[in-house]
């Protein structure tokens, strides 16, 4: 049926539902309201339906000509955010892919200050945990989980991973823990807050124990687990328990004090967050200035 209907049809139609004026539609668009009226009825006539009513001198959609209005507001606005990154002007659109857990609590609060200092920049984050969607090289940047190779990305270091238990001053207080003191086989009996490995490589509270030179005897069972890291690191953060803090990821709530370290043993797991750049293509001066930014606060 598209083939039928000229396209120019839907945009006159969502102009005249944005409105519920054929004059005020084709002022807009620059024709007449006549012509308005025309593709108006010509696109009744190739879906065999009513769109508009009339009552008085005011328009009404009918609930077909709603359900059609949603539907083609949609379709323009995504073919709108499609052609941005061919916008002239000097406008230029940047991809950076990242994690869940690095986007949550690392790359937002970064790129909200590179967007702050740079106008004319647009930053698209794509936000996954699929290992080939982080490593396409449709993105312009991306922050990999990696020992910092990658075949068609240059890696620079970013942060390492440094597994520590960390729990929030809420959570220590009314259990009347003593953080530096307190041992592995302690933290292991108390309300421990996990997360799903995706990733062969990552730790969660049952390798990290493991891994310790006299691992605790009683069995790991933590009272909470969640589908991502960051969600266990905001349910840490609201005092629900203790769970694994990645020190560079929670650099800032470790600062603040809004999380605390647990003991004094730490796990380095020889993985860290990288941040790449395209082997086999130039960056553009946006995704220069970008990955200059994000270098600058390590």
Same mark, same amino acid.
């Given at each position: 049926m598209l083939d039928r209907i000229p396209l120019e049809a839907f945009r006159v139609y969502d102009a005249a539902c944005r409105f519920m004026n054929f004059s005020r539609a084709g002022r807009e668009l620059h024709i007449t309201q006549a012509a308005v009226s025309r593709r108006i009825q010509g696109l009744e006539a190739q879906l065999g339906a009513k769109l508009f009513t009339r009552r008085g001198r005011?328009?009404?959609?009918?609930?077909?000509?709603?359900?059609?209005?949603? *539907?083609?507001?949609?379709? +323009?606005?995504?073919?709108?955010? !499609? @052609?941005?990154?061919?916008?002239?002007?000097?406008? $230029?659109? &940047?991809?950076?892919?990242?994690?869940?857990?690095?986007?949550?609590?690392?790359?937002?609060?970064?790129?909200?200050?590179?967007?702050n200092g740079n106008p004319p920049v647009s930053v698209r984050l794509l936000t996954t945990d699929t290992p080939s969607e982080l490593a396409s090289e449709a993105n312009d940047l991306v922050i990999l989980y990696?020992?910092?190779?990658?075949?068609?990305?240059?890696?620079?270091?970013?942060?390492?991973?440094?597994?520590?238990?960390?729990?929030?001053?809420?959570?220590?207080?009314?259990?009347?823990?003593n953080p530096a003191l307190i041992r592995p086989d302690e933290i292991a009996r108390l309300d421990l807050i996990d997360y799903e490995r995706f990733n062969a490589h990552w730790i969660s509270f049952r390798q990290w124990f493991a891994?310790?030179?006299?691992?605790?005897?009683? *069995?790991?069972?933590?009272? +909470?687990?969640?589908?991502?890291? !960051? @969600?266990?690191?905001?349910?840490?953060?609201?005092? $629900?328990? &203790?769970?694994?803090?990645?020190?560079?990821?929670?650099?800032?709530?470790?600062?603040?004090?809004?999380?605390?370290?647990?003991?004094?043993?730490?796990?380095?797991?020889?993985?860290?967050?990288?941040?790449?750049?395209?082997?086999?293509?130039?960056?553009?001066?946006?995704?220069?200035?970008l990955h200059q930014h994000l270098l600058s606060g390590i």
């Open positions: 005011n328009l009404a959609l009918t609930s077909e000509g709603e359900r059609l209005a949603q *539907r083609v507001r949609a379709t +323009l606005e995504y073919l709108e955010e !499609s @052609l941005e990154p061919f916008r002239g002007g000097g406008f $230029e659109t &940047i991809s950076i892919a990242a994690s869940g857990s690095v986007s949550h609590l690392w790359l937002a609060k970064r790129l909200k200050d590179f967007d990696s020992t910092g190779e990658h075949p068609r990305w240059n890696l620079t270091p970013l942060m390492k991973e440094v597994l520590v238990p960390v729990a929030s001053p809420g959570f220590i207080q009314r259990n009347g823990l891994r310790l030179a006299i691992p605790p005897k009683a *069995r790991i069972a933590p009272r +909470l687990s969640f589908s991502t890291y !960051s @969600l266990a690191v905001d349910a840490a953060l609201r005092g $629900e328990g &203790i769970t694994l803090g990645s020190t560079g990821l929670i650099a800032d709530e470790l600062a603040s004090g809004t999380l605390i370290e647990l003991g004094t043993h730490r796990l380095d797991t020889g993985y860290g967050y990288h941040l790449g750049t395209p082997r086999y293509r130039s960056l553009t001066p946006g995704a220069i200035r």
